[in-house]
């Protein structure tokens, strides 16, 4: 699976959107990019994946650029409670794959009131 | 649904006593993984299994062993504990076919000393 890095840290204001950079260079084309987050001492919540069109749910947005190097999430309206640390994993996906994840350092966002 | 449940939440042991870490899903997943998180660090994956009766070492399973007699049980067996296995442990599980979407437990700290 394909390298991820990410800035350690992120400040953002409350009710702003919080913009989470990921560089995947090394990305190859059956590779999804995953995006996880936990919160203080609890376990990881998946928030969306995408393969190269941009992807919208409920929490939050993936915008991933053409040459599919690099990706961001985005959180539209950040929360207090959005303060976590956000992982950027890529890997493969579908049948035969063990579905392991190899979870980086991620980057701590902190929203501030 | 109750989802990924784990026991006990907390345990400490003495340096080369045994331990088994407890993971349940009520969610007929077929893949289960076992993860640890050291303190300001990422998560490592220690075993995972793709189904009942089969199971593989992750990236750091030295120390530990696992069993999957049922789809819904993947419990963690420490042996010898050493101050080195002082951390929070996760369970996860995830849908058949390798799909990406983990569901975590909530954690189990454990302290050796």
């Known amino acids: 699976d394909a390298k991820t890095t990410q800035p350690p840290s992120m400040d953002c204001a409350e009710g702003r959107a919080a913009n989470l950079p990921c560089n995947h260079s090394t990305i190859s084309g059956n590779e999804y990019v995953y995006w996880y987050r936990q919160i203080h001492s609890q376990g990881p919540q998946y928030i969306i994946h995408?393969?190269?069109n941009n992807e919208t749910n409920e929490m939050a947005s993936l915008i991933i650029t053409e040459d599919r190097k690099s990706s961001t999430l985005i959180l539209p309206h950040a929360t207090l409670r959005d303060t976590a640390v956000y992982y950027c994993?890529?890997?493969?996906?579908?049948?035969?794959?063990?579905?392991?994840?190899?979870f980086g350092q991620g980057t701590t966002l902190q929203v501030k009131p | 649904n109750a989802g990924v449940t784990q026991t006990p939440k907390f345990r400490i042991l003495k340096i080369g006593q045994s331990m088994t870490l407890q993971c349940t899903q009520d969610?007929?997943?077929?893949?289960m993984y076992w993860y640890r998180q050291d303190p300001g660090m990422g998560l490592k994956l220690i075993y995972y299994?793709?189904?009942?009766?089969?199971?593989d070492k992750g990236e750091v399973p030295n120390g530990y062993n696992v069993s999957r007699s049922t789809t819904e049980d993947f419990p963690l067996r420490l042996e010898l504990a050493a101050p080195s296995q002082t951390s929070v442990y996760f369970c996860a599980s995830s849908t058949g076919q390798g799909a990406g979407e983990q569901y975590f437990g909530p954690g189990t700290r454990l302290t050796v000393t």
């Open positions: 969610m007929n997943h077929n893949y």
């Open positions: 299994s793709v189904g009942a009766g089969i199971t």
């Open positions: 995408g393969l190269k």
């Open positions: 994993i890529v890997r493969t996906r579908g049948s035969g794959n063990t579905g392991k994840l190899i």
